[in-house]
Structure formats: C-alpha cells, structure tokens
C-alpha cells in the first residue's frame, strides 16, 4: 500500500520544524508508527518535518535531581543510558523492550508517546514515575504530566503542530522501580505492562506509585493499589491487597479482544503487578 503523496523536508532546529509544519503537516522522527499509518490512509499528511537530525531534541542528561530525555531520543539510547539506568531503572527497562533492535534504534520516546498506542510500554513507565512532557508551540512552550498526556485510545493532549522537545523525570535513584510486560508473542507489543515505583524506609513500603498499560486504553495510573502497598512490608497480604485494589483502578479503561479479552488482561495485571513488585525491591 502506498501513502497519499507529500512533501518531506529535514529540520536542523526546533523553530525551523514548528516554522515548516503547516495546517496539515506531522513530524517525523523514527517513522516507525507513522509511515505504517500513511501506507494504510489513517494518516494523510500532505508535508512531512524531519525532526530526527535536531541535535536539541536528542541528548539524556541528569542534574539537579532532574533526569531530562530529547524528545528525539531513541529507545536504544535510552536502555543504554548510564543515566536513566540509575535515575528511573523502570524507563530504561521499559525502552529496552520495545519491539526489536531494529525499532529501538529508529523509534524514539517522543515518536511513541506522540502515538499513544495503547500497547506501547514507555508510556506505564512515565506515568509511574511522575514524567513531564514538555511541549513547544509557535506560540509558546508548556509541561504537563504523562498523567494528564495520555487522555485516552491513541489520544494524547498535544495539539497540532505542537512539538514534544524533551521528558523530564524527577531522579528517583533513592526508589526502587521496575516495569514488567506480558510481551504479544508475534508482535512483541504489551498485553499487560506494569510499572512501579517504590520508597521503602527500612521494610516498610513509605510511598507507591503504580501504572498498568497495554490492558488498558492508555497508560492508567493506579492510586487503589499504590494505597494496599504503603505502610505494608510488601508481604503477601498487601500484594494480594494491591492487586485487587488494581482491578478496580483499571476497571474503567479496559480493552482486549478475542485473543485476550479484558477479564485475562485484567487477572494479568494483578500478576504482573507482583513481578513488578518482585523485581524492583530486589
Ligand atoms: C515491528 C514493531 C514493533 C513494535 N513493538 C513495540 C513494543 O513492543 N512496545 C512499544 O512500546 N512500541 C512498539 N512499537 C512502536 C514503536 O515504539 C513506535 O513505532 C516508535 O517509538 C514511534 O517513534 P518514531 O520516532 O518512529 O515515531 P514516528 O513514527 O516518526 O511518529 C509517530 C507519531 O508521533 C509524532 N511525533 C514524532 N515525534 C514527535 C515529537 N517529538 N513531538 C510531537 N510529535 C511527534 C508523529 O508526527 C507521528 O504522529 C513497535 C513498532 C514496530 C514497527
């Protein structure tokens, strides 16, 4: 199948790509969830911006408490950071099982929550562990949370022509946090991703922070669960708790299909929840 004809021109900065975009233009990064949507029509833009080349929109750097990832980073770069593997383990996790080699080294952070595929597995971690988005318009910048990004089914809240310059994460080198996927076996894409982020103090768990994807429209943060963990030592009990508490949190965002329908990927999360649980406090 072939893409409605359009125009393709490469940007060197972040202005001249907002400058180049026009009423009906997208950004192109990896091309990777892009492309396969022009070949099948769902996507028809007649002007394509290269946005892969911008060196602003491509380094990972950590400061200040403050772990910060170009919006034109790739998958690869980030699972191999030094730096998010220290600072947020569950998002270098989460890149590193991204499709295959092929599309981590194209596709990028900002190409793949741009997407908002309901599959994907970057986005749980991003909402688990308190994300920024940060966005540059013609008229201005902005930041919202990945929370308040994924809206809904392949709806974020970037609006046209607007540019996902970078991600920032609060450094949470001090937590322990993981992200765990039931992998689709053929397309490697998320069945149920989870994400936590947790504070212990001694043996007790002093915060949570837990997010479900992939069973769900969009990335959901699941604040029933995170409260089963607190307080607890993170015994049986309150990870039975938790991941009852997790059917309810998710409970309205559910999706499946005749493969895995919603009550499998539902009784999964309360699984992988566990795992994730497991693997982040060691
Ligand atoms: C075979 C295959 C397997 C995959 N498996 C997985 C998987 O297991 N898990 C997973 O999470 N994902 C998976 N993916 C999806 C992959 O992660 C995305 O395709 C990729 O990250 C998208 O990034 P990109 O740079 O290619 O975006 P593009 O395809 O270039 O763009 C995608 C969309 O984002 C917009 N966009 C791109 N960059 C920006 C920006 N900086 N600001 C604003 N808008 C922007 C574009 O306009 C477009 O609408 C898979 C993809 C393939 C092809």
């Given at each position: 199948m072939w893409?409605?004809?359009?125009?393709?021109?490469?940007?060197?900065?972040?202005?001249?790509?907002?400058?180049?975009?026009?009423?009906?233009?997208?950004?192109?990064?990896?091309?990777?969830s892009l492309l396969p949507a022009m070949k099948l029509r769902l996507s028809t833009p007649d002007q394509l911006v290269d946005i892969s080349r911008i060196d602003a929109l491509r380094g990972i750097t950590n400061g200040n408490g403050n772990l910060s990832i170009g919006g034109a980073a790739t998958h690869a770069e980030i699972a191999a950071s030094a730096a998010v593997g220290a600072a947020c383990p569950a998002l270098a996790q989460a890149c590193g099982m991204v499709g295959d080699q092929a599309v981590r080294n194209f596709g990028t952070l900002g190409g793949n929550i741009a997407h908002a595929d309901p599959a994907s597995d970057p986005p749980t971690a991003l909402v688990a562990c308190g994300a920024t988005i940060h966005i540059q318009g013609v008229d201005g910048s902005r930041s919202v949370s990945a929370q308040d990004f994924f809206v809904d089914l392949f709806e974020t809240d970037l609006q046209d022509g607007e540019l996902i310059t970078s991600i920032s994460l609060p450094d949470c080198s001090d937590c322990q946090c993981a992200y765990v996927k039931l992998p689709h076996p053929a397309s490697r894409y998320a069945i149920v991703g989870v994400a936590v982020c947790l504070k212990m103090d001694g043996d007790t768990c002093a915060q949570a922070d837990v997010a479900v994807g992939g069973a769900t429209v969009k990335a959901v943060k699941c604040a029933g669960a995170a409260a089963a963990l607190v307080g607890s030592s993170l015994d049986d009990a309150a990870l039975?708790?938790?991941?009852?508490?997790?059917?309810?949190?998710?409970?309205?965002?559910?999706?499946?299909?005749?493969?895995?329908?919603?009550?499998?990927?539902?009784?999964?999360?309360?699984?992988?929840?566990?795992?994730?649980?497991?693997?982040?406090s060691g």
């Amino acid at each position: 199948m072939w893409p409605q004809q359009f125009d393709y021109q490469r940007a060197d900065s972040v202005e001249s790509a907002l400058a180049a975009i026009g009423d009906n233009g997208k950004f192109i990064a990896g091309g990777h969830s892009l492309l396969p949507a022009m070949k099948l029509r769902l996507s028809t833009p007649d002007q394509l911006v290269d946005i892969s080349r911008i060196d602003a929109l491509r380094g990972i750097t950590n400061g200040n408490g403050n772990l910060s990832i170009g919006g034109a980073a790739t998958h690869a770069e980030i699972a191999a950071s030094a730096a998010v593997g220290a600072a947020c383990p569950a998002l270098a996790q989460a890149c590193g099982m991204v499709g295959d080699q092929a599309v981590r080294n194209f596709g990028t952070l900002g190409g793949n929550i741009a997407h908002a595929d309901p599959a994907s597995d970057p986005p749980t971690a991003l909402v688990a562990c308190g994300a920024t988005i940060h966005i540059q318009g013609v008229d201005g910048s902005r930041s919202v949370s990945a929370q308040d990004f994924f809206v809904d089914l392949f709806e974020t809240d970037l609006q046209d022509g607007e540019l996902i310059t970078s991600i920032s994460l609060p450094d949470c080198s001090d937590c322990q946090c993981a992200y765990v996927k039931l992998p689709h076996p053929a397309s490697r894409y998320a069945i149920v991703g989870v994400a936590v982020c947790l504070k212990m103090d001694g043996d007790t768990c002093a915060q949570a922070d837990v997010a479900v994807g992939g069973a769900t429209v969009k990335a959901v943060k699941c604040a029933g669960a995170a409260a089963a963990l607190v307080g607890s030592s993170l015994d049986d009990a309150a990870l039975s708790a938790a991941a009852a508490a997790l059917s309810d949190d998710i409970g309205d965002w559910l999706t499946g299909d005749v493969a895995y329908p919603e009550a499998y990927r539902s009784a999964m999360a309360g699984v992988f929840l566990k795992r994730a649980i497991s693997a982040a406090s060691g």
